[in-house]
Structures are given as C-alpha cells and as structure tokens.
C-alpha cells in the first residue's frame, strides 16, 4: 500500500500533473459558476482534451475539474442565489441571505473552508476505505457485479427525488437499451443499427454526454428568458471583508467535522451523492442546533452554510469510493469519469488497484492537492474569477455550444456525430421540460455493456437458471438490496397514503 | 378525480405514451435481430437483455400512463423563446455542414458571429473580436501546438 501511495504521490507531484490539478481547479471554478452548468457538463466539456493525456493526467484533470465545479457552484449560489449545480443548492439557502447581508467575503471564506474541512478528511477516509473495500472486491464474481450493478442503478432511481423515482427507472431503461446498439460482443450479431455502419460500433460516450449535459444545458440556458443582473452586479463588486473570527471558528469547526463524515458515507452510496448530503446534513444542522441558532437558518446562518458545504464537497470524495474499487459509478459525474476510463482502456474496479495502481492513488492524492489549490489559490482570486459571471450570456452561450460540438467533432472527424448530437441535445432538452432526470440515462449507458457481460457469464454459469441471484451470499446480499432499494418507495407511498386518508376524511367530514 | 382531457393528456401520461410506443417498437426490432441454429437452447442470446429490457420499459410506462397526475397550470412554459432556440438550432445544423464545405475557420467564425448577434449582441468590437482572431488563435493551437490536422472545406479543396 505504501508503495501504491508513493508512486501515486510522484505522479501527481510531477509538473504535468500539479499543472493539471491547478488547471482543473479554475476551469472548473469557472464552468461551475455559470448557471446551469454543473460539473457533469464541465468533465464532459474537458474529456475530448483529455484523450490525448495519460489515463492519470486524464483523471486528475477531470478530478480537479470536478472539485472546482463544485466550488465555483457554491460560489455562484452564494452571489447570485443561481446554483451552478443541485448539490450546491441549499448552499444558497443560507449563503446567499448572508451575501445580502454584505457578508458575500465571509460566505465565500467559510465555503472554501467548509470544503477544504470536507476534502481533508474524506480524503483520509479515502485513503483507507478505498483500498479495504477493493481487496473485499478481488473475491466478487461475475454474479456478485451483476447483482451490485442493480443495486447502483436502483439506488440512482431511487434517490432520483419525489415523483421522479419511475421517470429515472425510465431513464435508466433507456440508457441500457442505447447500450446495446451496435455488435452484440458476445456473439458478434449487429442489433439496432438499422444498416448504418456509422452506428456499428454503438453511440459514442462522449456524443451522448456532451449531447445531454454540455449541449442540452446550454441550449436550456437559451429557452428560459435571460434573468436581470443588477442585483447580480451589487453582489459581485461588494463582497465584503473575507475574515472568520476565532470564535466563528470554534463554533463551526464542530459542524464542519459532523457534516464532512456524514457527507463521505453518503457519497459512498451508490446513487446518493453530494446533493442529497448537503440536504441531510443541513437537516441535521438544522435539528441539532440551539433554539436561537436554529432560527438563523435560512436567514444567513453560518451552520447553514458551513454544513452543506463540507457534506457536499466530503460526498464528492466519497463517491470515488465504489468507483476506484468496484467499478461502480455512484453518480452521473464518477459515470462520465468511469466512460472516460474506459476509452483510455483502463477498467475500474478491484484489479484497477493492483494493475494500475499509479492512477488509484494518484487520483486520491490529487484530489486533496486540488483542496489545496482551491484553498489557497481559487479563494484569494474570488473577487477576480467572479468577475467572470458578468461575462454576458450573448457571448458565452455560442462559447459553450462551440466548445461542445468542436469536442466531439475534434474526436471523430465526422459532421455526423455533430447531427447525431444535435438531435441528442433536442430530444434532452424535451426530456428535461418533462421532468425527466438524465443522469441515470448517462449511468444506464454507461454500465449496460458491462451489466450484459456480466449477465451473460451468470447465466452461462448457472445454465440459464436465475437462481444465481440468490446462490452467493454476497449475490444474496446485493439482490435483496436492490429489491429494498426497489420496493421502498413504493411503499412509502403506500404509507403516507394510508396515513394521510383518515385525515383527509376527517377534513372531508 | 375528475377526468377531461386536460388530465387525460397531461405531460406525464403523452411521456409515459411515447415511451411506451418507443419499448414497443424497440421490442419489434429486437426479434429482427439474427439468431444462430441453436440459440433456442442457449442460455444467453443477443436477444436476452434487449427483451428484459423491452418488458421492463413497457410496465414502467404503463405504470407512468396509470399514475400520472395532471400538472397545475403554470405560465412558464409560455415564457420559453422557442423561436430563438430553433434559430439556434438552425445555426447548430449549418455549422455541421459548414465544417465539411467551407472548413473549420470560416464555419466556426461565421457561427460564432451569428451566435452572438442572434442573442442580442451588437457590439462590433465583440461581434467580431470574439470571432474570427478567437477562432484562428484556437485553429492555429489545434494544428500548430497540438499537431491536429483539419481537412480544409470541400469547397476550397475543389478549388
């Protein structure tokens, strides 16, 4: 393990890669800032460049780039009260009342303090989960990945939000059924390609990610009605002073702590990720607080701040965990960045420890290197790189659509991947319009391949008998996961019917 | 509940409809998918998970179709600028075409150009600084740094 922690130590400490961290982190920052653009898109809009880096370059680019989309979404929440991605959003619940406050400075101060509290400690969780977890994978069978990726994929449905729970299922059958165009790899029988040979070989990852986030997102920015930035402009030139007082520091580094564990474990869940434990741990907060500090909440509380911040940025970390180890994104952003993987020809998972282990550690170490970059280069250019969001929409929008049509154009050469996107994008932007998620689109792709693989070898094992589901303790374990993780729900909602029916009769009567 | 056809035809139920037909004609298709003498014993076909898939797609829909809930009615959706993003689309469209006939300076430039005016900017110094000398700077990255050949458009090769 020391020698895996070496080796990934002088790969992330060569210039190279210190140079890609650092770049990472501000374009990240900066992509994550822009309304609407969450880091799903920025490591979208980054792969193409990363194609022709080595696969640790590649990942400790995006790594970076991930890190810094969070941070620049939380700042964008705190300024402009327009959350760059849904995991920092209830960083605005509170970070913003304070910016209106004129403590915009102080917001920002705590949030890169929260995240870097959060970052530190995940990553030393990190630093042993991940490792303990890969060596419990190396014993998985084809049966046991199988079960684990319906769990992944329920899990995702799952956590998708209230009365979207069917629309992900949806989603993710989609996403499966667009990873079995092409030739079928166990027989070699083309399916779904209706003669094209354009699309033998499948829809390309990069098209399909670019086309649903970059795209789409961008060409939602320009359907909705651009906002007024005046109050934007007020916030921007006055933040205010940057300092935290000893006594803040002493009443917040408890919450930060909290909320930074809870965030990791939560993270480490397939399908939770850092949105639902900014959402838990500012409940938490919330609850636990004194009767006078829980009044503030929602009004400018720094615990408010502070505790979504940490989880958020703490969940990122943890959402590598299943990732690095088992090959199992969490999350639509560790699923563009297991596609990315893939093309490079690395495979996640537990031999990915043993075969590679330069990129494992090197991609854990670079992410605190990127807490660093964030800390002490991104926070004292907040007031220069927020200057950023006053570039008008007229000019960044084309950017970002040039941006996304050149990345997938530069990687095939072929104008019809650009009209393949095109229509990708158009069909996204009526399935966000009808509230469909399209993240689990992205993780259903991603994993179809693998989950028919792995299906296949099951059911050639088992001579065609579903018996393996429950044959293997672990199997057993996993497939009864994924049905807990299916039926709960339902049942909920089951439940709050039955509960809610004798009130509303009474209200009736 | 009441049912008229505001509900009946509710966004989630005309979704739930679409995918339905889409599974169903997904499923068509999976049995046009070539077997080879003996798959009818084999465990595992081509056909194995795209039918899962097609059973699996066909009761979520359903499940959509029976349980969704008429929508309140909201203006936003009449706030939208379709006309802009159609334009936008449009312009998306020619500059695909555009790679491949005029190459990647002038398509790039001229979209990027129409880009900004068509959201509204007028600035000269924008309109064309952000356009042209950005778009030659990023050609001239692309092929002399990072070695990248770009075929030129067919138009000027015929030339």
Same mark, same amino acid.
């Given at each position: 393990?020391?020698?895996?922690?070496?080796?990934?130590?002088?790969?992330?400490?060569?210039?190279?890669?210190?140079?890609?961290?650092?770049?990472?982190?501000?374009?990240?920052?900066?992509?994550?800032?822009?309304?609407?653009?969450?880091?799903?898109?920025?490591?979208?809009?980054?792969?193409?460049?990363?194609?022709?880096?080595?696969?640790?370059?590649?990942?400790?680019?995006?790594?970076?780039?991930?890190?810094?989309?969070?941070?620049?979404?939380?700042?964008?929440?705190?300024?402009?009260?327009?959350?760059?991605?849904?995991?920092?959003?209830?960083?605005?619940?509170?970070?913003?009342?304070?910016?209106?406050?004129?403590?915009?400075?102080?917001?920002?101060?705590?949030?890169?303090?929260?995240?870097?509290?959060?970052?530190?400690?995940?990553?030393?969780?990190?630093?042993?989960?991940?490792?303990?977890?890969?060596? =419990?994978?190396?014993?998985?069978?084809?049966?046991?990945?199988?079960?684990?990726?319906?769990?992944?994929?329920?899990?995702?449905?799952?956590?998708?939000?209230?009365?979207?729970?069917?629309?992900?299922?949806?989603?993710?059958?989609?996403?499966?059924?667009?990873?079995?165009?092409?030739?079928?790899?166990?027989?070699?029988?083309?399916?779904?390609?209706?003669?094209?040979?354009?699309?033998?070989?499948?829809?390309?990852?990069?098209?399909?990610?670019?086309?649903?986030?970059?795209?789409?997102?961008?060409?939602?920015?320009?359907?909705?009605?651009?906002?007024?930035?005046?109050?934007?402009?007020?916030?921007?030139?006055?933040?205010?002073?940057?300092?935290?007082?000893?006594?803040?520091?002493?009443?917040?580094?408890?919450?930060?702590?909290?909320?930074?564990?809870?965030?990791?474990?939560?993270?480490?869940?397939?399908?939770?990720?850092?949105?639902?434990?900014?959402?838990?741990?500012?409940?938490?907060?919330?609850?636990?607080?004194?009767?006078?500090?829980?009044?503030?909440?929602?009004?400018?509380?720094?615990?408010?701040?502070?505790?979504?911040?940490?989880?958020?940025?703490?969940?990122?970390?943890?959402?590598?965990?299943?990732?690095?180890?088992?090959?199992?994104?969490?999350?639509?952003?560790?699923?563009?960045?297991?596609?990315?993987?893939?093309?490079?020809?690395?495979?996640?998972?537990?031999?990915?420890?043993?075969?590679?282990?330069? #990129?494992?550690?090197?991609?854990?170490?670079?992410?605190?290197?990127?807490?660093?970059?964030?800390?002490?280069?991104?926070?004292?250019?907040?007031?220069? #790189?927020?200057?950023?969001?006053?570039?008008?929409?007229?000019?960044?929008?084309?950017?970002?659509?040039?941006?996304?049509?050149?990345?997938?154009?530069?990687?095939?050469?072929?104008?019809?991947?650009?009209?393949?996107?095109?229509?990708?994008?158009?069909?996204?932007?009526?399935?966000?319009?009808?509230?469909?998620?399209?993240?689990?689109?992205?993780?259903?792709?991603?994993?179809?391949?693998?989950?028919?693989?792995?299906?296949?070898?099951?059911?050639?094992?088992?001579?065609?008998?579903?018996?393996?589901?429950?044959?293997?303790?672990?199997?057993?374990?996993?497939?009864?996961?994924? =049905?807990? =993780?299916?039926?709960?729900?339902?049942?909920?909602?089951?439940?709050?019917?039955?509960?809610?029916?004798?009130?509303?009769?009474?209200?009736?009567? | 509940?009441?049912?008229?056809?505001?509900?009946?035809?509710?966004?989630?139920?005309?979704?739930?409809?679409?995918?339905?037909?889409?599974?169903?004609?997904?499923?068509?298709?999976?049995?046009?998918?070539?077997?080879?003498?003996?798959?009818?014993?084999?465990?595992?076909?081509?056909?194995?998970?795209?039918?899962?898939?097609?059973?699996?797609?066909?009761?979520?829909?359903?499940?959509?179709?029976?349980?969704?809930?008429?929508?309140?009615?909201?203006?936003?959706?009449?706030?939208?600028?379709?006309?802009?993003?159609?334009?936008?689309?449009?312009?998306?469209?020619?500059?695909?075409?555009?790679?491949?006939?005029?190459?990647?300076?002038?398509?790039?430039?001229?979209?990027?150009?129409?880009?900004?005016?068509?959201?509204?900017?007028?600035?000269?110094?924008?309109?064309?600084?952000?356009?042209?000398?950005?778009?030659?700077?990023?050609?001239?990255?692309l092929t002399k740094g990072l070695d990248i050949y770009l075929e030129p458009g067919y138009l000027f090769l015929s030339l």
């Amino acid at each position: 393990m020391i020698d895996g922690i070496l080796a990934g130590l002088y790969t992330v400490m060569l210039p190279t890669n210190l140079m890609m961290v650092v770049i990472g982190c501000f374009v990240g920052t900066f992509i994550g800032m822009l309304p609407g653009l969450g880091p799903i898109s920025a490591i979208a809009l980054m792969i193409p460049i990363t194609y022709g880096l080595e696969p640790s370059s590649g990942m400790i680019l995006m790594a970076g780039v991930y890190y810094g989309a969070v941070f620049g979404g939380s700042t964008s929440s705190i300024l402009i009260n327009a959350p760059g991605c849904s995991s920092t959003v209830v960083t605005a619940f509170d970070g913003y009342p304070m910016a209106q406050k004129g403590q915009a400075g102080k917001a920002l101060a705590l949030a890169a303090y929260s995240s870097f509290t959060g970052g530190t400690l995940s990553a030393i969780m990190l630093l042993i989960a991940a490792p303990a977890l890969a060596k =419990v994978s190396l014993s998985f069978q084809s049966t046991d990945y199988f079960a684990l990726m319906l769990v992944g994929l329920s899990a995702v449905a799952a956590f998708a939000g209230k009365g979207q729970v069917l629309k992900a299922w949806m989603m993710t059958i989609l996403g499966l059924i667009l990873a079995t165009v092409g030739i079928d790899k166990g027989i070699g029988v083309p399916r779904f390609t209706f003669g094209l040979t354009d699309l033998l070989d499948g829809f390309s990852f990069l098209l399909l990610a670019m086309a649903t986030f970059a795209l789409g997102e961008t060409l939602m920015g320009i359907l909705k009605p651009a906002d007024t930035s005046a109050t934007e402009q007020s916030s921007i030139t006055d933040l205010g002073s940057m300092k935290v007082t000893k006594e803040e520091f002493k009443e917040l580094a408890p919450v930060s702590i909290r909320s930074s564990i809870l965030g990791f474990f939560v993270g480490v869940l397939p399908g939770a990720g850092a949105t639902i434990a900014a959402f838990l741990s500012y409940g938490l907060e919330r609850n636990i607080a004194p009767k006078d500090k829980r009044e503030e909440f929602g009004k400018g509380s720094m615990r408010g701040l502070v505790a979504p911040e940490s989880a958020n940025n703490a969940a990122s970390s943890g959402s590598f965990v299943p990732l690095l180890t088992l090959g199992i994104p969490g999350s639509g952003t560790t699923a563009i960045m297991l596609g990315a993987l893939i093309s490079y020809g690395v495979q996640p998972g537990p031999r990915l420890y043993i075969d590679n282990p330069e #990129i494992f550690w090197s991609v854990i170490i670079s992410m605190y290197v990127g807490n660093i970059v964030l800390m002490v280069l991104n926070l004292p250019l907040i007031p220069y #790189i927020s200057k950023l969001l006053a570039v008008p929409r007229t000019v960044l929008l084309p950017m970002i659509i040039f941006f996304s049509i050149t990345g997938v154009y530069l990687v095939s050469f072929n104008t019809m991947d650009v009209f393949i996107m095109i229509a990708v994008a158009v069909i996204a932007i009526f399935l966000r319009l009808a509230s469909f998620p399209l993240a689990p689109l992205l993780l259903g792709f991603i994993l179809g391949g693998l989950m028919e693989e792995n299906l296949r070898r099951s059911l050639m094992l088992s001579d065609g008998s579903l018996s393996f589901l429950w044959e293997r303790p672990i199997t057993l374990g996993f497939s009864l996961t994924a =049905v807990l =993780v299916i039926v709960a729900p339902i049942l909920l909602t089951l439940f709050n019917k039955y509960r809610n029916r004798p009130l509303k009769m009474q209200e009736s009567n | 509940m009441k049912l008229n056809s505001a509900s009946l035809l509710c966004r989630d139920r005309v979704g739930g409809l679409i995918f339905l037909i889409f599974c169903l004609t997904y499923g068509y298709q999976t049995s046009l998918i070539p077997s080879y003498p003996g798959d009818a014993f084999a465990p595992f076909t081509a056909r194995t998970l795209p039918w899962m898939l097609t059973s699996a797609g066909v009761l979520f829909s359903l499940l959509l179709i029976v349980m969704a809930q008429p929508e309140e009615k909201s203006d936003a959706t009449l706030d939208f600028d379709w006309r802009l993003l159609i334009t936008f689309i449009l312009l998306m469209t020619a500059y695909g075409f555009g790679l491949t006939w005029v190459g990647f300076i002038l398509a790039t430039s001229l979209f990027l150009l129409a880009g900004f005016w068509v959201l509204g900017e007028r600035r000269k110094s924008v309109l064309f600084g952000a356009s042209f000398p950005f778009v030659t700077a990023f050609w001239l990255l692309l092929t002399k740094g990072l070695d990248i050949y770009l075929e030129p458009g067919y138009l000027f090769l015929s030339l």
